[in-house]
């Protein structure tokens, strides 16, 4: 009778535990479901790092740098030889993830696409945090655009920390009428394609994870223009790793 | 309590209702026409990829499909069989009555249109659990992404969704986690009545449910509920397609709640049994008459402002566009008009569960039956008037707030009674320190702790700092999860032996119990602290000096998770293999401990004549 009830006590024993796991393993297993459809959609994009250095206010940086593109729709994006997201959204590319290296004077240049409306907060339109406080558009340095004339933004940010550097950058990117031309500053000036290339520099921190957003509500109809693309991670938004 | 009739059982004869069509239509009828009716309205409503107010038609299609797979899905069960013949004059036979009833159909009779108040209380205890556990999931999820800065285990967007979706599952659960499965199951027992007073309504509220689950779950192929479960307007106005399933699902949990609410009240006002005078009443129906009296003024505001929700989506009425002259605040106070009663709704069956359960435990008479009464009417009274708490700081009217502020914190004298109640219910008594027991003194620490800090929450200046932290998700898990679901949970304990006929497993049951208790206090104490300290709810990356308060609180998370898994196998397997139960293994006085396992159809053979009170332990009788 004894054996019975000990039987029987491991045999619940038992069958509790491999209950435990079994719940454990279900709750884990879509957690971890959901863990990679939160993945980066794209590969990171590490900035090309230069031999050649720089020295502003006294103080030595290495050089690197990075190109981006916004893209109104897939057509275009594939049309400059970029593998676009899932969705039909306007986007940016190659890759939402950078990753920078630290303390070095970081170059971007950004191939802009699309046309626009008017910015919600005009001030966006500044160019801050660059160095000089400037940009330079299609060969000319300007500090701002009115906030009627941009298309897209490219906004650098911390997340809320205490143990990093902060780094701010905002770079609005100005909307590209019809006719207007584009060049690519390695090539064939104002002949390349219809939009604008925007270039600009500035310093990295030290080690950090950052975010960076379009502050131009871009996205479809829903949420007054903050949905779609907006709120979908890796057209509009992404990260930045400066490591 | 007394009873002058004993009961008995006698066999009925089978039910043959030949060829009847009720005979044929269950679950799956119910799921077939459902989804037929679903893809027909979609498909006669839904846009082009190119029209024009695409984002209206696309809801309409949407909002419109999930509606009518809810009725689809009853009329495949047969949920409308009874009305329809009665109105083309051929209403059902005695043996369609009792086949609808269930009776000789075994395990099939929960996946039909069953009238059986036992069977419908089984129905929700299985939904109640499943609901449950899918939100608690949904909860680790919420906790691990929480773990550490950054947010890194899960995106921003899906996380959002699991905050929305985790929020509204569990509020639309632990609505009905004790009213649902006791009752239905118990309550009608406990009065002395052969049913509920309309059983057609009592299966119809249950399938009206069933079928807003899969609208709810329809969320995560649609985007999304990323608004929280709160879906404060305009975010709701101008959120994607998984939006209309949050609306589908509250538009057809009102009715379910509306209609079941009707029938407990109408059931403890119409069918107690000769004798039960209302000072007779066991008080755990008094406690879940009280919450589900509550939910029926206050749901129908919840489902007037999910009409016009819709409407502003699908029609552009702009109820709450202030470009079009609406305002987000009408929305704010339809919602909390419902939101604070609704608290209440579901607090008063869990504390009356364990004032039902401390003298049974404690072998004593329960400490003031009136005190008790006056605390379920002072704060279900009160508590319609306290919604715009929730509103301090949006703006709406401040010269309003100082009254708020004073119903709320008056809400603190009702509340003390039930304290009262119990405490002077346990002192010193010698307590039987079985599981339902341990829940007792469970809730009573938790509440302690809930109803204080609300107390910092309903001042005005304290809620100027406190608003939108942590500190607000702490508090109210206190009261919802560490009150009224541990309530609910001591209720299960209690009474599965009349539901189940066996005996709830102790040992993996006290596991269970100081799992969760103790991760509970471990997970909800360190969000207190990070709320305090300034960190907002609802928000995927935290700054890194909240890192160990996080830590902590998701420790405790898991605690709680591993708590629930050990007690669900409990349940799973004490159902199935536990120690078969005496018809009354705690030796209580009230009406449902004197019918045996299985409870027959009609609960008594012969009803029962109440002479005493349900609580005269101790005295003689």
Same mark, same amino acid.
Request: glycine share 12%; net charge neutral.
């Given at each position: 009778?004894?054996?019975?009830?000990?039987?029987?006590?491991?045999?619940?024993?038992?069958?509790?535990?491999?209950?435990?796991?079994? $719940?454990?393993?279900?709750?884990?297993?879509?957690?971890?479901?959901?863990?990679?459809?939160?993945?980066?959609?794209?590969?990171?994009?590490?900035?090309?790092?230069?031999?050649?250095?720089?020295?502003?206010?006294?103080?030595?940086?290495?050089?690197?740098?990075?190109?981006?593109?916004?893209?109104?729709?897939?057509?275009?994006?594939?049309?400059? $030889?970029?593998?676009?997201?899932?969705?039909?959204?306007?986007?940016?590319?190659?890759?939402?993830?950078?990753?920078?290296?630290?303390?070095?004077?970081?170059?971007?240049?950004?191939?802009?696409?699309?046309?626009?409306?008017?910015?919600?907060?005009?001030?966006?339109?500044?160019?801050?945090?660059?160095?000089?406080?400037?940009?330079?558009?299609?060969?000319?340095?300007?500090?701002?655009?009115?906030?009627?004339?941009?298309?897209?933004?490219?906004?650098?940010?911390?997340?809320?920390?205490?143990?990093?550097?902060?780094?701010?950058?905002?770079?609005?990117?100005?909307?590209?009428?019809?006719?207007?031309?584009?060049?690519?500053?390695?090539?064939?000036?104002?002949?390349?394609?219809?939009?604008?290339?925007?270039?600009?520099?500035?310093?990295?921190?030290?080690?950090?994870?950052?975010?960076?957003?379009?502050?131009?509500?871009?996205?479809?109809?829903?949420?007054?223009?903050?949905?779609?693309?907006?709120?979908?991670?890796?057209?509009?938004?992404?990260?930045?790793?400066?490591? | 309590?007394?009873?002058?009739?004993?009961?008995?059982?006698?066999?009925?004869?089978?039910?043959? &209702?030949?060829?009847?069509?009720?005979?044929?239509? #269950?679950?799956?009828?119910?799921?077939?026409?459902?989804?037929?009716?679903?893809?027909?309205?979609?498909?006669?409503?839904?846009?082009?990829?190119?029209?024009?107010?695409?984002?209206?038609?696309?809801?309409?299609?949407?909002?419109?499909?999930?509606?009518?797979?809810?009725?689809?899905?009853?009329?495949?069960?047969?949920?409308?069989?009874?009305?329809?013949?009665?109105?083309?004059?051929?209403?059902?036979?005695?043996?369609?009555?009792?086949?609808?009833?269930?009776?000789?159909?075994?395990?099939?009779?929960?996946?039909?249109?069953?009238?059986?108040?036992?069977?419908?209380?089984?129905?929700?205890?299985?939904?109640?659990?499943?609901?449950?556990?899918?939100?608690?999931?949904?909860?680790?999820?919420?906790?691990?992404? *929480?773990?550490?800065?950054?947010?890194?285990?899960?995106?921003?967007?899906?996380?959002?969704?699991?905050?929305?979706?985790?929020?509204?599952?569990?509020?639309?659960?632990?609505?009905?986690?004790?009213?649902? &499965?006791?009752? +239905?199951?118990?309550?009608?027992?406990?009065?002395?009545?052969?049913?509920?007073?309309?059983?057609?309504?009592?299966?119809?509220?249950?399938?009206?449910?069933?079928?807003?689950?899969?609208?709810?779950?329809?969320?995560?192929?649609?985007?999304?509920?990323?608004?929280?479960?709160?879906?404060?307007?305009?975010?709701?106005?101008?959120?994607?397609?998984?939006? +209309?399933?949050?609306?589908?699902?509250?538009?057809?949990?009102?009715?379910?709640?509306?209609?079941?609410?009707? #029938?407990?009240?109408?059931?403890?006002?119409?069918?107690?049994?000769?004798?039960?005078?209302?000072?007779?009443?066991?008080?755990?129906?008094?406690?879940?008459?009280?919450?589900?009296?509550?939910?029926?003024?206050?749901?129908?505001?919840?489902?007037?402002?999910?009409?016009?929700?819709?409407?502003?989506?699908?029609?552009?009425?702009?109820?709450? !566009?202030? #470009?079009?002259?609406?305002?987000?605040?009408?929305?704010?106070?339809?919602?909390?008009?419902?939101?604070?009663?609704?608290?209440?709704?579901?607090?008063?069956?869990?504390?009356?569960?364990?004032?039902?359960?401390?003298?049974?435990?404690?072998?004593? &008479?329960?400490?003031?039956?009136?005190?008790?009464?006056?605390?379920?009417?002072?704060?279900?009274?009160?508590?319609?008037?306290?919604?715009?708490?929730?509103?301090?700081?949006?703006?709406?009217?401040?010269?309003?707030?100082?009254?708020?502020?004073?119903?709320?914190?008056?809400?603190?004298?009702?509340?003390?009674?039930?304290? *009262?109640?119990?405490?002077?219910?346990?002192?010193?008594?010698?307590?039987?320190?079985?599981?339902?027991?341990?829940?007792?003194?469970?809730?009573?620490?938790?509440?302690?702790?809930?109803?204080?800090?609300?107390?910092?929450?309903?001042?005005?200046?304290?809620?100027?700092?406190?608003?939108?932290?942590?500190?607000?998700?702490?508090?109210?898990?206190?009261?919802?999860?560490?009150?009224?679901?541990?309530?609910?949970?001591?209720?299960?304990?209690?009474?599965?032996?009349?539901?189940?006929?066996?005996?709830?497993?102790?040992?993996?049951?006290?596991?269970?119990?100081?799992?969760?208790?103790?991760?509970?206090?471990?997970?909800?104490?360190?969000?207190?602290?990070?709320?305090?300290?300034?960190?907002?709810?609802?928000?995927?990356?935290?700054?890194?000096?909240?890192?160990?308060?996080?830590?902590?609180?998701?420790?405790?998370?898991?605690?709680?998770?591993?708590?629930?898994?050990?007690?669900?196998?409990?349940?799973?397997?004490?159902?199935?293999?536990?120690?078969?139960?005496?018809? +009354?293994?705690?030796?209580?006085?009230?009406?449902?401990?004197?019918?045996?396992?299985?409870?027959?159809?009609?609960?008594? !053979?012969?009803?029962?004549?109440?002479?005493?009170?349900?609580?005269?332990?101790?005295?003689?009788?």
């Amino acid at each position: 009778m004894e054996t019975t009830t000990s039987t029987s006590s491991s045999k619940r024993l038992i069958s509790a535990l491999v209950f435990v796991v079994l $719940g454990v393993a279900v709750v884990g297993t879509v957690g971890f479901t959901l863990h990679t459809l939160s993945a980066d959609p794209q590969k990171p994009l590490y900035a090309t790092k230069s031999s050649e250095t720089i020295v502003i206010d006294g103080k030595s940086y290495p050089k690197a740098s990075a190109v981006l593109g916004v893209y109104p729709d897939k057509e275009t994006a594939a049309k400059h $030889g970029y593998t676009a997201n899932k969705h039909d959204y306007v986007q940016y590319g190659p890759s939402s993830h950078l990753v920078l290296p630290a303390h070095t004077y970081v170059t971007m240049t950004i191939h802009a696409y699309d046309g626009g409306e008017e910015l919600n907060n005009p001030y966006f339109g500044k160019v801050v945090g660059t160095i000089g406080g400037t940009m330079n558009v299609d060969g000319v340095d300007v500090n701002s655009l009115p906030s009627t004339g941009v298309q897209h933004t490219w906004t650098l940010h911390g997340i809320p920390s205490s143990s990093q550097d902060p780094l701010f950058v905002n770079v609005p990117l100005p909307i590209v009428e019809e006719g207007d031309k584009g060049f690519l500053p390695t090539q064939d000036p104002g002949t390349n394609f219809e939009g604008h290339t925007v270039t600009f520099s500035f310093i990295t921190g030290g080690a950090g994870d950052y975010v960076w957003n379009c502050e131009y509500p871009c996205g479809d109809g829903s949420y007054a223009k903050f949905g779609a693309a907006m709120s979908a991670y890796g057209y509009m938004s992404g990260k930045v790793t400066v490591a | 309590m007394t009873t002058l009739h004993s009961t008995s059982t006698h066999s009925r004869p089978i039910p043959n &209702p030949a060829k009847s069509l009720i005979t044929k239509l #269950n679950m799956g009828t119910g799921v077939v026409v459902g989804v037929i009716f679903a893809f027909a309205t979609y498909f006669a409503f839904r846009p082009a990829a190119d029209a024009s107010g695409f984002y209206n038609q696309q809801n309409k299609a949407l909002l419109g499909a999930m509606l009518m797979w809810s009725v689809g899905f009853l009329i495949g069960i047969g949920a409308f069989i009874g009305p329809f013949r009665w109105l083309i004059g051929k209403d059902l036979t005695a043996e369609e009555q009792l086949y609808l009833a269930g009776d000789g159909q075994g395990i099939k009779r929960y996946f039909k249109y069953c009238t059986d108040h036992k069977v419908v209380g089984i129905q929700y205890l299985v939904g109640v659990t499943t609901m449950l556990a899918v939100g608690g999931g949904m909860a680790m999820m919420i906790r691990t992404s *929480l773990a550490v800065p950054g947010g890194h285990f899960i995106g921003a967007t899906i996380y959002n969704s699991l905050v929305g979706l985790h929020g509204i599952t569990m509020i639309v659960a632990m609505i009905i986690v004790a009213t649902g &499965p006791f009752g +239905n199951y118990i309550m009608p027992i406990m009065i002395g009545a052969r049913d509920m007073a309309f059983p057609r309504l009592n299966a119809l509220s249950w399938w009206v449910l069933f079928t807003a689950i899969p609208v709810l779950c329809s969320a995560w192929f649609l985007g999304g509920i990323p608004t929280g479960w709160t879906a404060y307007a305009p975010l709701s106005i101008q959120a994607g397609p998984g939006m +209309n399933s949050f609306i589908g699902t509250i538009l057809i949990f009102a009715v379910s709640t509306a209609v079941a609410g009707m #029938n407990i009240t109408a059931t403890v006002i119409a069918m107690r049994a000769k004798g039960m005078k209302w000072n007779r009443v066991p008080i755990f129906v008094i406690g879940a008459t009280m919450s589900v009296a509550l939910a029926i003024p206050a749901f129908p505001t919840f489902m007037l402002a999910m009409v016009q929700t819709a409407t502003d989506r699908v029609f552009n009425t702009g109820f709450y !566009d202030a #470009n079009v002259g609406g305002s987000g605040w009408l929305y704010a106070h339809l919602f909390w008009i419902m939101g604070h009663p609704e608290v209440y709704v579901i607090l008063l069956p869990g504390i009356a569960i364990l004032m039902e359960i401390a003298p049974v435990f404690v072998r004593k &008479p329960l400490f003031s039956y009136n005190a008790a009464i006056m605390g379920f009417a002072g704060i279900a009274g009160l508590s319609v008037l306290v919604w715009a708490h929730h509103m301090y700081i949006s703006g709406w009217t401040p010269t309003l707030n100082g009254p708020f502020m004073v119903t709320t914190e008056m809400i603190s004298v009702p509340t003390g009674l039930l304290f *009262l109640v119990m405490l002077g219910t346990i002192w010193r008594g010698k307590p039987w320190m079985k599981l339902p027991m341990l829940g007792l003194f469970a809730v009573m620490w938790n509440l302690l702790i809930g109803g204080i800090t609300g107390i910092y929450l309903s001042d005005v200046p304290a809620d100027n700092y406190l608003h939108g932290s942590m500190f607000v998700t702490a508090h109210f898990h206190y009261t919802l999860m560490g009150a009224a679901l541990t309530g609910a949970v001591a209720g299960l304990a209690y009474w599965f032996p009349k539901m189940t006929g066996r005996m709830l497993n102790e040992p993996a049951g006290y596991i269970s119990f100081w799992f969760t208790q103790i991760g509970f206090q471990v997970l909800f104490l360190g969000m207190f602290i990070a709320g305090a300290e300034g960190q907002p709810r609802r928000v995927v990356s935290f700054a890194a000096m909240y890192k160990y308060t996080n830590m902590i609180s998701t420790a405790g998370a898991y605690l709680v998770g591993t708590g629930f898994i050990v007690l669900l196998w409990a349940v799973i397997h004490s159902w199935r293999k536990g120690v078969i139960a005496p018809q +009354n293994p705690w030796g209580a006085k009230t009406l449902e401990w004197t019918v045996p396992y299985p409870v027959p159809l009609e609960n008594f !053979d012969e009803a029962p004549i109440i002479t005493s009170d349900p609580y005269g332990y101790g005295k003689g009788n």
